[in-house]
């Protein structure tokens, strides 16, 4: 069993940051540990993946050089450091992950909002 806890969203104006927290427990290495949204009206989205080392990592192309995904495997915390925000980024972001690498996403942590203002 892994749980996922997501915290950091809020409210940013259009341009600015924010940096989303993913604290899990449970085994984490060896799966695909990512971020996923959904914006209101439309389907859950990809936004960003990678495995444990870091020698792995994807990002959907609408967030590509704006957001970055980590880990800090010591704490236990999975990170999106969201950069240059724009109002289409505007959704629930959820924390996620895999049974194993390669596998589509199993885990879901509760979610947390995240609105850019114009």
């Known amino acids: 069993q892994l749980q996922l806890v997501e915290s950091g969203g809020g409210l940013v104006q259009a341009g600015g940051s924010l940096r989303l927290s993913c604290t899990t427990s449970?085994?984490?290495?060896?799966?695909?540990m990512g971020w996923s949204r959904q914006a209101p009206g439309k389907e859950r989205e990809f936004v960003a993946r990678?495995?444990?080392?870091?020698?792995?990592?994807s990002y959907a192309d609408s967030v590509k050089g704006r957001f970055t995904i980590s880990r800090d495997n010591a704490k236990n915390t999975m990170y999106l450091q969201m950069n240059s925000l724009k109002p289409e980024d505007t959704a629930v972001y959820y924390c996620?992950?895999?049974?194993?690498?390669?596998?589509?996403?199993?885990?879901w942590g509760q979610g947390t909002q995240v609105t850019v203002s114009s």
């Open positions: 990678r495995n444990w080392s870091g020698d792995s990592i």
């Open positions: 449970g085994r984490t290495f060896s799966r695909a």
């Open positions: 996620a992950a895999s049974e194993e690498w390669g596998q589509s996403f199993y885990y």
